[in-house]
């Protein structure tokens, strides 16, 4: 494997489900990213963690809540979602925080929240 | 927060011809990136370009940052460029924020 992987590719759940989102990268980043991104709308970042720590919260509500064990590992964990939460999520990694690094996309979980 | 706007929104070409895509940001940054996002939901870096010109292959990009704005250059386009070309911008410090995108369409 190579890059950032995301698994799985596509799910479908219920609104009093519990799923987790995977995110893995093989490029020995330092940083890793989950955005949101939904129809006609501009990928929102929902968090940022560098060496296994959130930095960053984007006010993402409490029924996100992300893991992550190692710098190579990501998850987003999901419970109660709302349908309005249906949307791709990408994961990203970079070597570090910061604009001037290049991030490398996974291909991303398409969620559809009935 | 900063706005970042992209145009044209859409796009549709024939096969061969030439572009240029728009991105517009509202206050002065640091950083700014090109993405392409292909058909499938896949995201590509083309270029990170806080300033100055750049090229690669077919494509090129220039960052005028004085006048807050970055331009996309696609010449001899092919179907394979089709999908939705993002600008992001390093705003706030350490986060990219992302316009909304051109959605390109190549015809054969």
């Known amino acids: 494997e190579t890059g950032v992987t995301q698994t799985p590719r596509h799910l479908v759940m219920g609104m009093t489900n519990k799923k987790s989102l995977k995110c893995e990268q093989h490029?020995?980043?330092?940083?890793m990213y989950w955005y949101k991104q939904s129809a006609k709308k501009p990928l929102e970042l929902m968090f940022v963690?560098?060496?296994?720590?959130?930095?960053e919260n984007n006010s993402v509500p409490s029924r996100f809540s992300p893991e992550c064990p190692n710098s190579s590992h990501l998850f987003l964990h999901l419970h109660t979602l709302q349908p309005e939460d249906s949307a791709l999520y990408l994961c990203?990694?970079?070597?570090?925080?910061?604009?001037?690094?290049?991030?490398?996309f996974g291909p991303g979980t398409r969620l559809t929240v009935l | 927060g900063i706005q970042v706007e992209q145009s044209p929104p859409d796009l549709i070409l024939q096969e061969g011809a030439n572009s240029t895509l728009r991105c517009n940001f509202s206050?002065?940054?640091?950083?700014l990136q090109w993405f392409h996002q292909n058909p499938w939901g896949q995201l590509i870096n083309l270029f990170y370009?806080?300033?100055g010109t750049k090229q690669n292959g077919r494509l090129s990009a220039t960052t005028v940052a004085t006048e807050r704005y970055s331009l996309l250059y696609i010449s001899s386009s092919q179907t394979t460029d089709s999908g939705v070309y993002f600008c992001?911008?390093?705003?706030?410090?350490?986060?990219?924020?992302f316009g909304s995108g051109t959605q390109l369409t190549v015809l054969p």
């Open positions: 990203a990694s970079s070597q570090d925080i910061g604009g001037t690094d290049t991030q490398y």
């Open positions: 490029l020995g980043h330092n940083a």
């Open positions: 963690y560098s060496l296994e720590e959130r930095v």
């Open positions: 206050d002065s940054v640091n950083n």
């Open positions: 370009i806080p300033s």
């Open positions: 992001a911008v390093e705003y706030p410090a350490r986060q990219l924020t």
